[in-house]
């Protein structure tokens, strides 16, 4: 294994190298991939493995840097790759103490202090899943077995109705098909101007349901909405989903981390009276993917949605311990860690200033655009998503050439019948410099490039 730590330190000196000297690959087309690199597996070793390597990794796109800003993730933190990669030497898996050990005592404190945070009663416990969309899945399949236990048995019988906002993520419809509930039994819900769920829309949808005999059974409230970044507000939700006795889930994987800041998680005021609740750390928290959490305010939910009996598995100290009762997988990765050694290392009060300092990165971006009348906001406060649009260029188009050209790692996004860029302040190692500085290269780049955009910028002039 000396060798490969060895040429681990090299790669990755090169790599740091490579970020620093050019944060934005330049990207291969899809169609020479395979041209360009030499990624084929043959008979026998290939001579050139180390240089191979490099190349590849050198040629991927690089999502740590100061300009990548496409997705919901991004950035490195140090202290939370240093847990992954022992995570990888370790190589446990989460199902039992025996094959864990200590590990499990790291996943539960984070799911406990999770719980705490939260507000959620003793009663409470979690898991980890192999993502957002997973946690969800996970929600939904909990609130199924709540609202008709024979189900797991039987299959589901009737039309069982899922409530969702038109902003919220698509993995609710897909889970919903993947369930057995089906695609047409999703309503999306009508949201505001803001892109937060109309509460009054939802009692409508679901009275309607009721009078066609359907069996409205869950609700699912966003943290953080794909596009804008909206926060749906839980109380009133609450509320409703307690008169007809419906499960409430709130979807954080996007911004659900705001429970660790003072100043921000009164944007999800009302979370405790949820029933289950997931978050994302590998998005706001910038840990490496995937680290997703689900957590519901009574533990039984889990057992009784995914727990199952296998002698040759369960063999030693007590359910409480053997954490794969009450996960969607059997063999688990350890994704546990990477976030235990960043919250140890930085205590709660540091993962309060990584959600802060997002926030603080995108009022920066609203105010220059504010400032700047060429541009156009379509995006709100309390957000970290700053959605705009710069001298009237359509956005994908921006965005591609920016790829293509290799400047900027940037995506576009919709609302309503608006097409803007979305910027995502989602890394905190970022400063106010280079938010500015993102600006500057967007602005460059279209000056320099005026032909590409002339249609476009001579209609605004108009
Ligand atoms: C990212 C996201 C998901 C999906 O999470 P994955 O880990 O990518 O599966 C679900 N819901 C919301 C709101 C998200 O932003």
């Not at 507000?119 to 898991?127: A, I, L, V």
Request: glycine share 6%.
């Amino acid at each position: 294994m000396n060798y490969e730590l060895d040429l681990f330190n090299k790669l990755a000196h090169k790599l740091f190298e490579a970020e620093g000297e050019h944060p934005v690959t330049k990207p291969i087309p899809a169609g020479e991939l395979f041209r360009q690199l030499d990624l084929t597996l043959k008979e026998n070793p290939d001579p050139n493995f180390e240089s191979t390597i490099e190349n590849l990794i050198l040629s991927t796109p690089r999502t740590a840097t100061k300009l990548f800003f496409n997705q919901l993730f991004g950035g490195r933190n140090p202290k939370a790759t240093l847990g992954d990669l022992l995570a990888v030497l370790l190589n446990n898996s989460m199902y039992t103490y025996k094959v864990a050990g200590p590990q499990v005592g790291v996943e539960k404190e984070i799911l406990h202090n999770i719980c705490n945070l939260i507000g959620y009663p003793n009663t409470s416990d979690g898991t980890f899943a192999p993502g957002g969309s997973m946690s969800n899945f996970m929600a939904m399949v909990m609130a199924r077995d709540n609202f008709n236990e024979t189900i797991r048995l039987k299959g589901a019988q009737g039309k069982m109705i899922v409530y969702t906002s038109a902003e919220s993520h698509y993995s609710i419809p897909k889970n919903a098909s993947l369930m057995g509930v089906g695609r047409d039994q999703v309503r999306f819900v009508a949201t505001d101007a803001y892109g937060k769920m109309l509460p009054e829309a939802l009692q409508k949808l679901i009275e309607k349901d009721i009078e066609d005999g359907n069996h409205p059974f869950f609700v699912n409230a966003t943290a953080g909405t794909t596009v804008l970044g909206a926060f749906d507000s839980i109380e009133p939700l609450s509320e409703i989903c307690k008169k007809h006795n419906l499960w409430l889930h709130v979807d954080g994987a996007y911004c659900g981390s705001i429970i660790f800041s003072n100043k921000y998680k009164h944007l999800v005021h009302g979370l405790e009276l949820s029933n289950s609740f997931s978050v994302n750390a590998h998005k706001m928290m910038g840990t490496p993917l995937t680290c997703s959490i689900i957590v519901t305010r009574d533990k039984k939910h889990l057992n009784n949605s995914f727990s199952n009996d296998a002698a040759y598995l369960y063999q030693t100290d007590g359910d409480d311990y053997n954490l794969g009762k009450t996960s969607i997988q059997c063999g688990r990765r350890n994704d546990a860690l990477k976030f235990w050694t960043l919250w140890k290392s930085v205590g709660t009060s540091g993962l309060e200033k990584i959600v802060d300092q997002q926030f603080q990165l995108a009022e920066v971006a609203r105010n220059y655009i504010k400032d700047n009348s060429d541009y156009t906001l379509y995006s709100f406060d309390d957000s970290i998503s700053v959605c705009f649009n710069y001298k009237n260029i359509p956005a994908q188009q921006l965005c591609t050439a920016l790829y293509e050209h290799a400047e900027l790692m940037v995506g576009y996004g919709t609302f309503q019948e608006n097409e803007f860029v979305r910027l995502v302040t989602i890394n905190s190692g970022n400063k106010d410099e280079d938010i500015l500085n993102f600006f500057k290269i967007l602005e460059n780049f279209v000056e320099e490039n005026e032909a590409l955009f002339s249609e476009a910028i001579a209609e605004e002039k108009v």
